[in-house]
């Protein structure tokens, strides 16, 4: 069955800490990887994508992902938080056909202390 | 930039009642989704949209969803009897079809609460 897992339900750091927000899926076939982030009472914004090619992608706002297709996994980093970030982050997949409808993991929560 | 526009933003009803939740996507976009979070849970997909026609929807949604572009701007999900565990965030989402990963732009969401 298609699912993605985001372990981390709740994080809180401190600014200036380093981020990294798990992110794994189950899907087959050839997928296309997104984060999300929904900071409080605003609409999901993509943060960034990763379709083909260089594994490393960069996003808005300083972050970046790494695809590990041999880990199934499209985790988020940021090196240095900021209390902005306070938000919650979802991790996407769809496939690289058909209808493109998404398949979101649980969220996770991050509150950055100031 | 271009928005996803969605109305109301919050909706309270009488379980039983029909509601319509409306969505405006951005204009050149091609396909349009409706999804939900329940408080708590994760975005779940509940319909896509294109060429005027369901392309795929959920098990979520049974006989009393149904979706329409009646105009060709606006994208609406109706539910016609609603239940209590109707009661979520439904989000409205397009995408331009552009054929590689099928980036989605998301409205702010309708937060309907059935009681």
């Known amino acids: 069955a298609q699912s993605v897992s985001q372990h981390n339900h709740h994080v809180i750091l401190s600014e200036a800490a380093s981020l990294e927000l798990g992110c794994n899926y189950s899907?087959?076939?050839?997928?296309?990887l997104f984060w999300y982030v929904q900071y409080p009472g605003q609409h999901l914004q993509l943060l960034l994508k990763?379709?083909?090619?260089?594994?490393l992608v960069k996003g808005i706002k300083g972050f970046e992902a790494e695809f590990i297709k041999s880990k199934f996994s499209f985790n988020l980093r940021k090196p240095s938080v900021q209390w902005s970030d306070t938000a919650e982050y979802f991790c996407?997949?769809?496939?690289?056909?058909?209808?493109?409808?998404?398949?979101f993991g649980t969220g996770t929560r991050l509150k950055v202390l100031a | 930039e271009p928005e996803v526009t969605q109305t109301p933003s919050h909706q309270v009803t009488q379980m039983g009642q029909e509601v319509i939740l409306r969505c405006v996507p951005i204009?050149?976009?091609?396909?349009f989704y409706w999804y939900r979070q329940i408080l708590g849970q994760k975005v779940e997909f509940l319909v896509s949209?294109?060429?005027?026609?369901?392309?795929?929807k959920s098990e979520i949604f049974d006989d009393q969803f149904s979706v329409e572009r009646p105009d060709g701007s606006n994208f609406t999900l109706k539910i016609r009897s609603t239940k209590l565990e109707d009661s979520a965030m439904y989000f409205c989402?397009?995408?331009?079809?552009?054929?590689?990963?099928?980036?989605?732009?998301f409205g702010p969401g309708t937060r309907l609460l059935v009681l």
């Open positions: 949209f294109y060429n005027n026609e369901i392309s795929e």
């Open positions: 996407a997949v769809n496939a690289a056909s058909g209808t493109y409808k998404y398949i």
């Open positions: 204009s050149n976009h091609l396909y």
């Open positions: 990763y379709f083909s090619g260089d594994p």
């Open positions: 899907y087959g076939g050839t997928v296309n």
């Open positions: 989402a397009s995408g331009g079809g552009a054929g590689v990963g099928e980036t989605q732009y």
